[in-house]
């Protein structure tokens, strides 16, 4: 290697190396968070932070979509269903009586619904019932928390539980004023064993109601709540006893989802309701994707196919998307047109006899071929006054006017022209030519 070369690579190095440690001596680095939102399966499972929060209270979580998938309700402690109608059949309602009397604890929510009787299900056979307020919710009032560290909040409402039982308290509707606008959405829940006051804010609009707030309690034999609690608008907690279970009955289980559960006293709630629950089941109720999202999941191949050949397809009659174009169609011309035309143009440079060229030539070639009298035999020059002789005799047809019409180089006059053709065609119709 040459001197230059090993130079030239030594100054490359250096100048790396330098560059090099420019960078790490003045540039600064830092580390920047960003918010990516829930994870996949969170958005899946919109009640996987209450799930992960009862797990590690000890105890076991299981999910399904509907009763069916439960295989033994004995093993269930707590129950909460999302929605009152996943109680779709007499016999899922005859199984849960069944299981609720037993002793289970059942949590179900009326949310939102159009149908304020409830049908014929479960909770209208125990006298509920649901109607709906008309007033202006301030959705903020009860918004997912901002900054806030979920687990830490979580672990810190397990630590405000104290006893290791938890009785209810009969009670009426908390009707006391409230100072603010958000504690008009505020319902506040005593619980005996619980020191701490807890505070829900429901984010519905439905109110839950029972046919015992209106009959007369000497005469009601049927279910009765023994305690309720609301906000300034209505009711929209209730427990009650059937048989030897606890059924609760709450406007909403979205205070629980991964949005609301940190907010307020909503965890401390849940909590509460499963304090002596060794397993909790969650009824998520159907909940398909849209037929795209599957699509795409499942078979992007497939839509990628279809929109390249629709793109293709589009692209191939593209054309047909453009203004019409007037397509002038022009037809050939006739032979007659064209003889006729071909003679026009010879008349017009003067150049008749081009015209008779053709008749003389085929006429003349006929006539070489046969015997005009003794002394000419076939295939013998002959003058032009023999051949003017016999197409005479031949065709009838005064010599005068035969060695004009296949002789005469000089054509005047149109009518001389006309005569000439005329007597040419005499002359080849005669002969049959």
Known sequence: MKIKVKILLAIIVCIAILVTAFFFVFMESYTETKELGWSEKARINRFLAAQQFLEKNNATVEQANSLQQIENLADSDTIIINRYADVVSEQQKEKLLNWLSGGGHLVIALNDTDDQSLGNDLLSDLGFSVYYETYDYDSTDNTEPDD????????????????????VIAGDVDTSDQNSTKEEYITKLYFEGIPDELSINFPTLAIIDHEYFYADEGNYDDYKP????????????????????????VSSTEIWSNNYLS??????????MTLNSSKVT???????????????????????SITFIVLLWLIHLGKRFTPPVTVNNHQRRSLIEHIKAVGNF???????????????????????????????SLNK??????ITNWLSKTCNIDPQFVYKAIYQNEISSEADFIEIIRTLQIVKLELSI
């Open 148 to 167: 806030i560290d979920t687990q830490n909040t979580l672990e810190s409402e397990l630590e405000k539980i104290e006893s290791d039982e938890v009785v």
């Open 226 to 249: 023994f305690y309720w609690a609301g906000d300034k608008y209505g009711v929209r907690f209730i427990q009650m006893y059937v048989g030897d279970g606890l059924i609760t009955v």
């Open 263 to 272: 907010a307020d006293d909503n965890a401390y709630l849940l909590a509460v």
């Open 282 to 304: 969650f009824l998520l109720g159907s909940n398909f994707a849209s037929l795209s999202t599957l699509m795409w999941k499942f078979s992007y191949e497939l839509i990628i």
């Open 346 to 376: 010879h008349w017009k440079k003067k150049q008749p006899l081009l015209l008779v060229a053709s008749l003389r030539e085929e006429i003349l070639r006929y006539t070489s071929f046969q015997r005009i009298g003794p002394s000419h």
């Open 381 to 386: 020059s002959k003058s032009k006054q023999d």
